[in-house]
Structure formats: C-alpha cells, structure tokens
C-alpha cells in the first residue's frame, strides 16, 4: 500500500546501500560533455564548460537524495507535483519569457526554469500514481482511461503552444509509454494513431512557418542548403569528417570556424564527433545503453506497480532523449531541438535526467532490500 510521505531516519545505511557505478556513470558522461563543450569554446571554460561542470556538481548531491526518498514518497507527492509544474506552464504562457524565439522559460531571479523539462519527470509520476490504484478491468475502458489521457494532453497543448514540437512529441510519446507498460490493450492505441496518420496534412498546416520548414529540409536538406538545410548538412560533415577516430581534441574545424550552429546544444554529438570520431560516438552510445540497461533492470525488479510503471516511464523518457537527438543529428529526424542527456549545455534538462536517475536509484535500492530491511 502506498503511504504519505515518508523518509526513515536510516539514511546512512540507505546511502551506502546505493550503486555507486551507475552514479559514476552519469558524472562520466557528464565530464566528457564539459571536455566537449570546452573544445567547442576554442579551448575555453566560458562561456559553456564551466557552467555545466558547476551544475554537474551541484545537482550530483540532489540526484542521490533523490535515491533516499522511498517510492511510496513519490506516489504522494505524485499529483500535487503534476498541479505544481501544470500551473509553471500555465505561467510561461503568461509571463515567461522569450528565447529563440520561443516562450518557454520562467525567471526566477538567478535561475531560468524550464517547466516543460520537468513535466517530462512529473508526468510518468503521475500517470504512474493513476495506473496503480486502477483496477484492471479498466484498462481498455474509456471510463478508466479518460484521466490518464486527459493528464497528458492538456500538458502537450500548453507545450505546442509555447511553441515546442518536440518537447510535446517527447511528452505525449512518454504518456503512451507509461499506459503501454501498465498493460493498455495495443488495440487501444490504434484508433489514435490512424486518426494521428489520417490528420498528418491538416497539423502539417496548422504547425508555424519554422516548424513547416523544419520538416521539408528533413525530407530534402538540398531544398535549403544555405539556410534552413544548413544545420543538417554541417552536422553530417562535422560527424563524417571525424573519421574512426577523429581529428584530436581542440581540432575540430567545422565547430571552431563556426560553420556547426548550436555546437554546445542541439548539435553536441556533432561536435563530439568530429573530434573524438566513431570510436568516440560508440563509446557515448555505450554509456547511455548501459544507462538504459539498468534502468530497465531497475523497473523488472520493482516491488509494486506503481514503481515498475515509474521507473519504466523514466527510462523511455531518458530513451528519449538520447534517442531524438542522435537521430535529429544524423538528419534521420527532423531538428526539433532536443538536448543530448549531460552533454548538452542547459540546466533544465540535466536537472531532469539526474532526478530521474536518482528516483531510479531509490527505486532499485528498494527492490533490492525487501520489506523490513534497508527498503522499508
């Protein structure tokens, strides 16, 4: 049964009992985006490295606090976390403020928050809360299903508005992981997705200017090639001019004489790759497969369902991620500017993946004290 928030007072015990080499994993990929980003600053700390290592550090402690917090904490705290971040993007249509052409940020003095990074961590939680306390019967029924649907429209609309495709795509993506993995009927999910296919050319119409071109140059870079195709042809030449190996650290020409754009955020593999090569490029996959590996792991093993859908919605959320990135870089998808997991610059979307590691981390700790011992 899950119960009201709750921290035993035998945390050392819980601290030790954590896994420390997945920890170390993060903090590794972690650096090798300072290492990355400090090259695409021509071998300088600011204005990219720095801060990330700063935060690295910072959010390093609240990633393995989270790994304290049972996962029954994280039921309760559920819903009123999901309200919490749905009135953050209320606001951001508001008062947020202006970046790239886009609103989806929230000035809170020092920090510039980003709501619909944290909605990705606070939707799985919550879908995951509605899914445990409904009765099985219900899971091919619209009357049980209304409510966890509803719960993740009304967060991709306010996204899509900011505008933000791929933090909606990503969000609403998400969702059906999480009622996929609770045991929805795969019949349930075909109406929409006929629906979804059948509608293609009217949200085709109804997408911005941007948006629009951003999906032709995918189907064809050499419609633009100066302009909007000119991010996915430099992507292609940076990472296939990195060869096996690469052209050395400091080395890269494409980042350096500024012909790569976003070198320190969307087109950070890019840049990677140029310098570190295939091998390098192999090595970062193998990290983020291990990542994953575990943190499927992590949800077979899980006591109750409510931490088996969480986890398993955390990890299709880091998939994600990685995911949409890799193949938005090597033009397999269109550039819809989602961040590379610890290696892109940004503190929004590494706060987001270090928490979900962290809940993972109590989640797995949990799974492998039974009740009454360092789980209980």
Not at 126 to 133: C, E, M, N, P, T
Not at 346 to 361: D, E, F
Request: aromatic letters at 10%; a positive charge.
């Amino acid at each position: 049964m899950i119960g009201p928030f709750h921290l035993s007072a035998r945390w050392p015990q819980r601290l030790l009992a954590q896994d420390w080499r997945i920890v170390a994993l993060v903090l590794a990929i972690g650096l090798f985006g300072c290492v990355v980003l400090y090259s695409a600053a021509g071998g300088r700390l600011q204005p990219w490295a720095l801060p990330h290592a700063l935060r690295l550090l910072a959010f390093t402690p609240l990633m393995v606090m989270m790994a304290l917090v049972p996962s029954r904490t994280w039921a309760a705290l559920a819903a009123p976390g999901y309200a919490l971040v749905l009135m953050a993007l209320l606001a951001v249509e508001a008062v947020g403020a202006f970046g790239g052409g886009a609103q989806r940020w929230l000035d809170l003095g020092p920090v510039r928050l980003q709501p619909s990074e944290l909605m990705k961590l606070v939707l799985v939680l919550f879908l995951a809360r509605l899914f445990h306390f409904l009765p099985l019967g219900y899971l091919d029924r619209a009357v049980g299903l209304w409510r966890p649907v509803a719960a993740t429209l009304v967060p991709v609309a306010l996204v899509l508005l900011q505008p933000d495709l791929g933090t909606a795509l990503t969000l609403l993506a998400g969702g059906a992981g999480v009622m996929f993995l609770a045991g929805v009927p795969p019949v349930v999910f075909l109406v929409p997705t006929a629906l979804g296919l059948v509608s293609l050319p009217l949200v085709y119409r109804l997408l911005h200017d941007y948006q629009q071109r951003r999906i032709d140059i995918f189907l064809d870079p050499s419609l633009d090639p100066l302009g909007a195709g000119y991010h996915i042809t430099q992507a292609r030449i940076a990472i296939g001019s990195g060869g096996a190996f690469g052209k050395g650290f400091l080395e890269g020409s494409q980042s350096h004489l500024l012909f790569l754009p976003e070198p320190h955020t969307d087109f950070v593999f890019a840049t990677m790759a140029e310098e570190w090569g295939l091998a390098g490029g192999l090595l970062l996959m193998a990290a983020y497969a291990l990542l994953l590996a575990w943190g499927w792991g992590v949800a077979r093993r899980a006591a109750d369902s409510f931490a088996r859908l969480a986890a398993g919605g955390l990890v299709v959320t880091i998939f994600l991620y990685v995911a949409i990135n890799l193949m938005m870089v090597m033009g397999l998808a269109p550039v819809v500017g989602l961040p590379l997991p610890l290696m892109s610059y940004g503190g929004s979307a590494m706060l987001t993946v270090m928490l979900a590691v962290g809940i993972l981390l109590g989640i797995d700790r949990e799974s492998r004290w039974p009740r009454g011992g360092l789980g209980s």
